[in-house]
């Protein structure tokens, strides 16, 4: 965990970076830029980012998932369906991100082969903070079913919101709205299967297997994003 001078200094570098990454994108020059224009020496930065630009790229995802998890617990949801609060905390997300340019740099870095990982890991991360926030107890497969979901249409989301030049983002909501009642219709047919006795005593077996799975705050401490 940061200690307050070091998230001091994080933000800091990220604000300084932003002015740069338009043009420069996550590099090696963004880096340098940054500690110059914040009055950073450059040795102590890399101390707290040892790979340089693309932990700047990690922190600034990281402090748009802080806003929209604030806004979320700001938010009375009481009336909100469950699909629409998923809907609600995706839009709080891309709504928090305070450069477009940024995160279409941001995307181009993390598809890199040595970045994909990275890459990878904030959208699960951000996936798991939107199911724990909106109060997710999963124990089960239901753990991981319900965040790589989420993680797909999360991801296609925002490939469509960057390239989304209208007035009010509409079509990008519009777009967010189907692709969850994609899911939404999935999660009916599941059920159908469960509910034929056919087809339950069919997948007997693998849902037997499926049940010994679970989430990772039953497994001990792991390594796994989102625990």
């Given at each position: 965990m940061m200690t307050d001078s070091q998230t001091e200094l994080t933000s800091r570098l990220v604000d300084a970076a932003l002015l740069h990454v338009a043009?420069?994108?996550w590099s090696e020059e963004t880096f340098k830029?940054?500690?110059?224009?914040?009055?950073?020496?450059?040795?102590?930065?890399?101390?707290?980012?040892?790979?340089?630009?693309?932990?700047?790229?990690?922190?600034f995802h990281k402090a748009g998932d802080a806003a929209m998890v604030e806004r979320l617990n700001a938010t009375d949801l009481s009336s909100?369906?469950?699909?629409?609060?998923?809907?609600?905390?995706?839009?709080?997300?891309l709504e928090a991100c305070s450069d477009k340019e940024a995160v279409r740099r941001g995307s181009t870095l993390f598809s890199l082969p040595q970045y994909a990982g990275d890459g990878a890991k904030l959208i699960w991360g951000t996936c798991d903070l939107i199911?724990?926030?909106?109060?997710?107890?999963?124990?089960?497969?239901?753990?991981?079913?319900?965040?790589?979901?989420?993680?797909?249409?999360y991801g296609a989301t925002v490939l469509y919101w960057l390239g989304d030049e209208s007035y009010d983002t509409q079509p990008t909501w519009d777009f967010l709205d189907r692709r969850i009642e994609n899911v939404m219709q999935f999660e009916k047919f599941k059920s159908q299967v469960n509910a034929n006795p056919l087809s339950k005593a069919l997948f007997a077996g693998p849902q037997w297997m499926l049940s010994k799975?679970?989430?990772?705050?039953?497994?001990?401490?792991?390594?796994?994003?989102g625990q």
């Open positions: 043009f420069d994108g830029a940054a500690c110059a224009d914040a009055e950073i020496d450059i040795a102590k930065a890399r101390l707290l980012f040892p790979r340089g630009a693309v932990e700047l790229a990690i922190a909100y369906k469950f699909r629409d609060r998923i809907a609600l905390a995706v839009r709080y997300r199911w724990s926030t909106l109060g997710d107890t999963s124990e089960d497969v239901n753990w991981y079913s319900k965040r790589a979901t989420l993680s797909a249409v799975i679970k989430a990772p705050s039953q497994m001990g401490k792991t390594k796994l994003p």
